[in-house]
């Protein structure tokens, strides 16, 4: 597609539940990146991956937090066990390259709330 | 580490009034630089970007420089619309493909 799909808009778990969240990128970029966005706007990486594989994932909490990207399926984010603190929007961005020159198109994100 | 620093608000300006919102960088090697928008309930776009140094990127009316000199990339427009009225994220990206977001600018525009 030209652009990035997320689904859910939007997502509401209790505290200890799963959450999963899926990222389709533009068609023909093979990069993949997963940000949060907590509270007054500050944004974290979270984890990249270059097609099926893990670019960086510096960002990404050592518990709880994992991420895939499969052939011919959507990337998917999913926290296990969630706590209040993942509370955030979750944006998936694509981009056809890496290097900094090639932008990273965003997608319209996914709010989790955890009650 | 690399950061970006800029002008928290929120701003608040009456239609046509002009508009610059400040930003600095501190960077390792030759970043680029973006601005991004985010609109009331919506994900964030793609404002402008500049790849190197005196590069301008503009659009909507918005512009900016990249001034490798000073670190800084500020935004402005010189008549601002209440469509405009958004959260505005200053980023750069380096090789290492992170975006490493501002804490972003409030700007409300009143008739």
């Known amino acids: 597609g030209e652009e990035v799909a997320q689904t859910p808009k939007h997502l509401v778990r209790g505290e200890g539940q799963k959450a999963k969240l899926y990222c389709a990128p533009i068609k023909g970029h093979s990069y993949v990146f997963w940000y949060q966005q907590v509270l007054k706007n500050e944004f974290k990486f979270l984890i990249s991956?270059?097609?099926?594989?893990?670019?960086?994932e510096t960002g990404m909490p050592k518990e709880r937090f994992s991420a895939k990207c499969l052939p011919n399926s959507p990337c998917s984010l999913e926290i296990q066990a969630t706590k209040l603190e993942d509370s955030a929007v979750y944006f998936c961005a694509s981009s056809q390259s890496h290097g900094e020159a090639y932008e990273q198109y965003f997608g319209p994100g996914t709010r989790l709330t955890v009650t | 580490g690399d950061s970006v620093t800029q002008m928290e608000g929120p701003v608040t300006l009456s239609e046509e009034a002009f508009l610059t919102i400040n930003c600095t960088y501190t960077a390792t090697g030759y970043p680029s630089l973006f601005w991004y928008v985010q609109y009331p309930g919506e994900g964030l776009q793609l404002l402008l970007k500049a790849t190197k140094a005196d590069d301008k990127g503009s659009n909507k009316g918005f512009e900016a420089t990249y001034r490798k000199e000073t670190t800084s990339f500020h935004l402005e427009k010189g008549s601002v619309q209440v469509s405009d009225s958004a959260v505005y994220f200053c980023?750069?990206?380096?090789?290492?493909?992170?975006?490493?977001f501002g804490p972003g600018t409030s700007l409300s525009v009143i008739p």
């Open positions: 980023a750069l990206k380096t090789s290492y493909d992170k975006v490493i």
């Open positions: 991956f270059q097609n099926e594989n893990v670019f960086d």
